[in-house]
C-alpha cells in the first residue's frame, strides 16, 4: 500500500465516524431538550427520537418540534371562601 492508499483509508474512517456521530447525536438531541426544558413528556419525546433513528430520519422534525412545545399545565381549582 502507498501512502495515498493510506490516506484514503484514514479519510474513509473518519468520514464513516463523524457520519455515526452526527446521526446518534440527531437521534439524541430531541430527547435532551426536553429533558432541559422540563417536557412533561420527555420520556416519550427521546424514545420518538430514536425512533426516526431506524426511520430515515423522517418524522425527525416532529419530535423536535414536539420537544420545544410545552402544553400547559392544568391550574390547580380555586377554593370557594
Known amino acids: ?3 495515498i492508499d493510506i490516506f484514503a483509508w484514514i479519510v474513509l474512517i473518519v468520514l464513516i465516524a463523524s457520519t ?7 437521534a439524541m438531541l430531541p430527547g435532551m ?3 432541559r426544558r422540563d417536557h412533561p413528556w420527555k420520556e ?10 431506524f426511520l430515515g430520519f423522517a418524522l425527525w422534525p416532529l419530535v423536535l418540534i414536539w420537544a420545544y412545545v410545552d402544553i400547559p399545565r392544568k391550574a390547580a381549582p380555586e377554593q370557594a371562601p
Request: without cysteine; charged residues 5%; proline residues 0%.
Open 1 to 3: 500500500m502507498s501512502g
Open 44 to 53: 416519550a419525546v427521546t424514545v420518538g427520537g430514536w425512533v426516526t433513528l
Open 33 to 35: 431538550i426536553a429533558r
Open 20 to 26: 455515526v456521530f452526527v446521526v446518534v447525536f440527531m
